[in-house]
């Protein structure tokens, strides 16, 4: 039997993406299944960026790229976060990745090792605990409190103070809870980090997400605050223009830590796409008006979500500020029988409502979350009724009801 390196049995599989895979199982076999866990938009990428990037395949734009991206979309990026987040930023800051995610990954390989701890917080996104496993140091995962928009616990973030953290990882708006800190708890923390020489990682892939108020990046907080934070930026051209499948995502911060991460990013992956790149100048410099239309509906299929949630029985859910998240309290129904059989946990209940409603969704316990259940709704409104009346039906059938 061939022996794996120990990172492999330390690293946990996606289980988000291992929902989305039973969901297309499901209807590969004829199910009629309704996912609630894919994280996109169900939009198509908007028309002009598409064209886009049939031009650059028709100009011959489908060779390497620069490491760290194009200077077109460094710069594109640039006027972008003048524009949008009132921030100076010049091209030798940003780096272009294969998504987000990667933007996250080299972060924590660039900035972490053995022996160094990292603050998470919880409900975290399941991909943060690992990339800080990868490079070798340890997730240390610091409280929120449910009853106050998913907000830090300082308190217990103090107790976990010592000389071996040496960063945090915030993300606001919020996967999976979809809440959205408030700027004076998010200048706190970017207080705490400049006191204490932490680096921060911010993933704000849902910044163009924000339906009620305006989102401000902790690096504009921490500019206006005069915190000086080190702070790196991640952000995602997959949920604001429906690219998930572009993967186009990039950073932005400190050039010294730039450049470090495309140093690793050049042995592992070379570039980022080149036709994805060329889109993602239009995306940013185009016309925005698919993104205001994305918008508005998410925050109508928000309200609908959170409602119906709300009308189930023992179910109880906030309203979140972003993302297109909903993360109801299903803690009542752990502990209960269905069919004879414990429901232990949530990863137990996603499954009876898998099972029997033939709806996906992502237990909370994946998220450091027990009782919690997440519901993606980038859906039709006809959907989500549909998907909610059937989980309602299986609701009602548990033994204790």
Request: net charge negative; charged share 25%.
């Amino acid at each position: 039997m061939t022996e794996f390196a120990d990172r492999v049995h330390r690293v946990k599989p996606s289980f988000t993406l291992e929902m989305t895979s039973r969901a297309a199982e499901l209807r590969a076999q004829g199910v009629d299944v309704i996912n609630f866990s894919a994280g996109q938009p169900d939009f198509n990428t908007p028309e002009n960026i598409r064209q886009a990037a049939k031009t650059a395949m028709d100009n011959g734009d489908t060779k390497y790229t620069a490491g760290s991206g194009t200077i077109e979309l460094r710069q594109a990026v640039c006027e972008k976060l003048k524009r949008e987040n009132q921030l100076d930023v010049s091209p030798d800051q940003v780096l272009i990745s294969n998504g987000e995610k990667q933007s996250l990954y080299l972060a924590c390989q660039t900035l972490f090792q053995s022996g160094d701890e990292v603050l998470i917080f919880k409900p975290y996104w399941v991909s943060f605990p690992e990339f800080v496993t990868l490079a070798d140091a340890t997730p240390v995962l610091v409280d929120t409190d449910p009853k106050q928009n998913f907000e830090p616990d300082f308190e217990d973030l103090k107790s976990k103070i010592n000389d071996r953290v040496k960063g945090i990882i915030i993300n606001s708006p919020s996967n999976p809870t979809g809440s959205v800190w408030a700027n004076e708890v998010i200048v706190d923390l970017l207080g705490m980090a400049k006191e204490n020489g932490w680096i921060v990682i911010s993933d704000e892939c849902y910044e163009r997400l924000v339906f009620d108020g305006e989102f401000t990046s902790a690096q504009k907080l921490s500019d206006d605050h005069q915190i000086g934070a080190n702070i790196i930026t991640c952000m995602s051209m997959s949920k604001t223009y429906a690219m998930t499948g572009w993967r186009i995502g990039y950073a932005f911060g400190e050039k010294s830590i730039l450049k470090a991460m495309s140093k690793i990013q050049g042995q592992a992956t070379s570039c980022a796409n080149s036709i994805g790149q060329a889109a993602s100048v239009e995306a940013l410099l185009g016309d925005q008006s698919a993104v205001e239309m994305m918008r508005e509906k998410f925050k109508e299929r928000r309200d609908l979500m959170v409602s119906l949630l709300n009308g189930l029985p023992g179910v109880s859910c906030d309203t979140p500020g972003g993302a297109f998240y909903a993360f109801p309290d299903f803690s009542t129904y752990i502990g209960q029988t269905f069919c004879g059989e414990v429901i232990k946990d949530s990863f137990d209940l996603s499954d009876v409502i898998l099972s029997e409603a033939k709806v996906v969704t992502v237990p909370g316990d994946g998220f450091g979350a027990p009782g919690h259940i997440r519901f993606s709704y980038p859906l039709g409104e006809d959907v989500i009724r549909e998907g909610i009346h059937r989980v309602k039906k299986v609701l009602e059938n548990f033994d204790n009801n």
